[in-house]
């Protein structure tokens, strides 16, 4: 099983001291584990301690990269329209994070309800049992 994780749930595992790491260490070893630039940039520059910043960066360097080329853009440029036509109006970061998680056929972990407004996007609040 595919995953990609959103910020909020890296967040809340830090925020709750977990092992971040540990956590998704089984995923990154079976190639299952996907990352997004857009994540990438949102967890680390939160970070205020230059030694957890530099681990959550080492972790997020090893993880499969979801590619974000003009053909992924022009995707989330469909996305966002489509959603809005339909009066679902979501913040771009959250649109690219979703078309990224679409692209990689991975479930998204998060902790943000408004995910489950967006047409074939599986997610969890939660990871699954490794």
């Known amino acids: 099983m595919n995953l ?3 910020s909020s749930a890296y967040i809340g595992w830090m925020r709750a001291q977990e092992d971040v790491p540990a956590l998704v260490r089984p995923w990154i070893m079976r190639g ?5 630039g857009v994540v990438r940039a949102e967890v680390l ?3 205020r301690r230059e ?3 530099e681990r959550m960066g ?3 360097d090893v993880m499969c990269e979801a590619r974000l080329d003009s053909a ?3 995707r ?4 966002a329209r489509n959603l809005d036509r339909m009066g679902v109006i979501l913040p771009l970061p959250d649109l690219a994070i979703a078309q990224a998680a679409i692209d990689c056929d991975a479930t998204l972990i998060t902790l943000d309800k408004h995910f489950a407004q967006i047409p074939n996007l599986t997610t969890l609040k939660k990871l699954p049992p490794a």
């Open 4 to 6: 990609l994780i959103d």
């Open 32 to 36: 299952e584990c996907f990352m997004c």
């Open 45 to 47: 520059r939160g970070i």
């Open 51 to 53: 030694r957890q910043r």
């Open 58 to 60: 080492e972790i997020f």
């Open 72 to 74: 992924f853009w022009k």
């Open 76 to 79: 989330v440029t469909t996305l």
